[in-house]
């Protein structure tokens, strides 16, 4: 006992011995890395701060003779206090974490601990400033620590944003007409390209398509700035997002639709608008009601992450089998898009990231460009064959053939341009009354809340993108009750879908470093007035099917990567969350597919890629009521609804603490009272607060 207590002391004293012989890193002034090489060669420093998480031991950090350099001690030496912070908001909290050679690096992936770049002092007051926390100490002096989660963290440009310009910033007009612009071309994909699908396929003309896809850039301009004012007031675009896309294709494929031969469009139209605005009313109850504040405690991370990922996955079936028409179309627009988004990313010219902001928009014209050098060096003429001729009048074998792919490819096969007005201005109620049925309403009040989780994490993304405190909850329920009020107005108008945020927000905000929401309302403005020129609509209906086939499969494989990004406010490297999202995921595109396999007279009529929605009234259920069999078939369906249920029931039964589960951390009445400017971001403007006063539940 003796000799070993000698031992240590001698250790002790030789670690004391050596740290007094480290001399401090003195620069010389010019910054030269050598200077610092040859310091650390010469006191046997070794930088552990490289973001990895992993099992490393502790001996790699230590000088030669076991003396912990970075934590100032001896190899078993001492503890020193480090300061713990929570995922998402960062709230310090300060535990005894005794670093040593004995310190287990394993359990990484039970607590999965964020990861300091810098040792924080004990009792450190936090402040966070532009996407990372500064820390001061004591003396008063602040260092900047950079929070990252194990297997949650992106690349450094992501993981601490920027923003060029802030939510209530105004930079000039001619700044915001172009930052306006940019906001809307980042979206141009999720805004136009619903009607290219689902125009076709309620029997509508190609002037149809064009009247529609002007409507729906005035219903978007003008919910998106009622969203601006009195929603969340957060920089974010309103639209007819693809999660309405799988329930209108459903009611469209339903029997009595089938065989309609005139007026068929119209028909289905007004069917789609009843159902849209009985669901705007029960999404505008909840919301204003106050209630959706309850049902934020069942919605975090790990429901919203495969629920958001189901609504991109549902349409593989459409994909590629449209864009496969035309394969020398569909995948240079594939791979260019991937191109300028992915390798060309980090791009500059002018200090914009030209093709990363704008890869859709620049490819499509590319591409589109390319497909009319293509027709008119006559690819795609056929020896007796017009495209102008409908295939129900073709005599000859040969022609009917080639008649899908002369539709699909060649760029003048639709007659938009010359059908469509130059002044058009879209009204309520154009294509007739709506009309109500219960069991379409029963399918689209169930749909408008799988659209509430997508948007509720649409704004938590956001409000971390732009380095704002999360809204309160109060202020999430007032903008899910507007965006239901936003969808009663896409309703009367006949846009095919509700209003909602779109998923691809956070992303535009992300990467365009642009907050503000006046940028977004000029941009809003812009897009009404195109809505008023027919024309604009004539030349977006015009593309090419396999060419927006092609574009669409990107789109929605971005829904699903930004809807498995939200896992990062979790502990990704815990067996619970992943499990629950692995096993939502699988029901959710399993299930669906057992109740689409019951259609074998179906197979006959629709076309392949139409099949999966048509399982409403030729799905397993059979119950005597046919309104019920019809409403059950038709949800369990539908990928996104079964992923929701799974992944809710999951989430909120199986145990897990609140860090585990990266639980939504809403700001509340005590963030307020200490902080009264934390919110202003999100406050309406004082005429409206002063009447809206007496709504507490809305944070008015």
């Not at 009040?445 to 409000?463: F, K, M, P």
Request: charged share 15%.
């Amino acid at each position: 006992m003796d000799r070993g207590s000698t031992s240590e002391s001698t250790n002790k004293q030789k670690g004391k011995k050596l740290r007094s012989k480290i001399e401090p890193f003195v620069p010389q002034g010019d910054h030269n890395a050598r200077d610092l090489r040859s310091w650390a060669k010469r006191t046997g420093f070794v930088s552990i701060f490289s973001g990895e998480v992993g099992s490393s031991s502790v001996r790699d950090r230590s000088g030669p003779h076991g003396v912990d350099l970075e934590s100032g001690g001896g190899g078993g030496g001492g503890g020193l206090e480090k300061s713990e912070v929570e995922p998402v908001v960062g709230r310090g909290v300060n535990r005894r974490v005794e670093i040593g050679p004995e310190l287990n690096r394993d359990r990484v992936e039970n607590e999965a601990e964020p990861i300091l770049s810098d040792h924080v002092e004990p009792e450190l007051n936090r402040e966070r400033r532009n996407g990372v926390f500064e820390t001061s100490g004591g003396g008063g002096d602040k260092e900047v620590v950079d929070v990252k989660y194990p297997g949650g963290g992106g690349d450094g440009e992501e993981s601490l944003p920027e923003m060029k310009c802030g939510v209530r910033d105004n930079p000039g007009l001619v700044p915001l007409l172009y930052y306006g612009m940019q906001h809307y071309l980042s979206l141009a994909g999720s805004l136009i390209f619903v009607p290219l699908i689902i125009v076709p396929a309620m029997g509508g003309t190609d002037k149809d398509t064009a009247t529609v896809i002007s409507t729906i850039m005035l219903v978007s301009g003008l919910t998106t700035i009622l969203h601006s004012y009195f929603g969340t007031r957060l920089p974010l675009v309103q639209g007819s997002s693809f999660v309405f896309l799988a329930p209108a294709l459903v009611i469209i494929n339903a029997h009595e639709y089938r065989n309609l031969s005139e007026n068929k469009f119209r028909h289905i139209m007004r069917e789609l608008q009843g159902a849209i605005i009985v669901s705007s009313i029960f999404q505008c109850v909840i919301g204003f009601s106050g209630l959706m504040s309850l049902l934020l405690r069942l919605i975090n991370p790990v429901v919203v992450a495969p629920t958001i990922g189901a609504v991109g996955l549902a349409f593989f079936s459409y994909g590629f089998p449209q864009a496969g028409t035309c394969v020398e179309i569909s995948v240079p627009q594939i791979l260019l898009v991937l191109v300028f988004s992915l390798y060309l990313r980090g791009v500059s010219i002018l200090g914009n990231r030209v093709f990363h902001i704008y890869a859709v928009p620049l490819s499509v014209v590319i591409v589109w460009v390319y497909a009319f050098f293509l027709t008119a060096g006559g690819a795609y003429n056929y020896k007796g064959c017009s495209p102008d001729i409908p295939i129900s009048n073709m005599l000859t074998d040969s022609c009917i053939k080639h008649a899908y792919t002369m539709k699909h490819c060649r760029t003048d096969a639709s007659n938009a341009w010359d059908t469509a007005d130059w002044i058009r201005i879209p009204y309520p109620l154009q294509w007739g009354i709506p009309v109500f049925h219960l069991r379409t309403s029963v399918i689209m009040i169930v749909v408008s809340l799988v659209a509430s989780v997508d948007s509720v994490g649409t704004y938590y993304s956001t409000s971390m993108h732009i380095n704002a405190k999360p809204p309160t909850r109060g202020i999430v329920s007032r903008g899910i009750g507007l965006e239901g009020l936003c969808s009663v107005l896409a309703g009367l108008w006949g846009t095919g879908g509700g209003s909602t945020t779109l998923t691809e927000n956070a992303h535009t905000v992300a990467i365009t470093k642009i907050a503000s929401r006046r940028a977004v309302e000029v941009g809003a403005v812009i897009l009404i007035v195109f809505s008023f020129v027919g024309k604009v609509g004539a030349i977006l209906a015009s593309i090419p099917q396999a060419l927006a086939a092609s574009l669409l499969c990107f789109v929605w494989a971005l829904v699903v990567a930004l809807g498995l990004s939200t896992l990062r406010y979790t502990h990704t490297s815990s067996f619970r969350n992943i499990m629950i999202v692995g096993v939502s995921l699988f029901i959710g595109l399993s299930l669906p597919t057992y109740f689409q396999q019951y259609q074998p007279e179906t197979a006959l009529i629709l076309p392949g890629y139409f099949i999966p929605y048509s399982a409403a009234q030729d799905g397993p259920i059979h119950s005597g009521n046919k309104q019920f069999d019809f409403i059950m078939n038709a949800l369990l369906s539908m990928n996104m609804v079964v992923t929701l249920l799974v992944a809710t029931i999951l989430d909120n039964t199986v145990p897990g603490s609140q860090q585990e589960r990266g639980v939504y951390r809403w700001s509340t009445s005590d963030d307020l009272s200490s902080d009264p400017a934390s919110l202003d971001d999100y406050k309406l403007p004082s005429k409206v607060s002063s009447v809206f006063r007496w709504a507490k539940c809305l944070d008015a």
